[in-house]
């Protein structure tokens, strides 16, 4: 079984920062998919960043240049950056890691932390 663990949550004034870590069990080399998504009361868990085991990254179309995932592979841990934050970037962050074995996807995630920020 794969765990995830999240940190770095909490609360953070308008134009302000936070990072984001996620520790995974066992070696991200091992995942096809990392990824940041969010939940805000009330909407449906989105997409925030997600970087491949190849090295590419993609991001929602509403954090581009202010969000940036990344990945220590000798750690077992992915970030996300959170810059010039936003009040609507308030939600619960949920880390993700994607599996590909024999055609089959295995998702595992995260408990989820809370990003609250104030305008």
């Known amino acids: 079984q794969v765990q995830l663990v999240e940190s770095g949550g909490g609360l953070a004034q308008a134009g302000g920062s936070l990072r984001l870590s996620c520790k995974v069990s066992?070696?991200?080399?091992?995942?096809?998919?990392m990824g940041w998504y969010r939940q805000a009361p009330g909407k449906q868990r989105e997409l925030v960043a997600g970087?491949?085991?190849?090295?590419?990254?993609n991001y929602a179309d509403s954090v581009k240049g202010r969000f940036t995932i990344s990945r220590d592979n000798a750690e077992n841990t992915v970030y996300l950056q959170m810059n010039s934050l936003k009040p609507e970037d308030t939600a619960v962050y949920y880390c993700?890691?994607?599996?590909?074995?024999?055609?089959?996807?295995?998702?595992?995630w995260g408990q989820g932390t809370q990003v609250t920020v104030s305008s």
């Open positions: 066992r070696s991200i080399f091992s995942m096809n998919e």
């Open positions: 970087t491949t085991s190849g090295g590419s990254t």
């Open positions: 993700n890691a994607v599996r590909n074995v024999l055609g089959r996807r295995y998702d595992y």
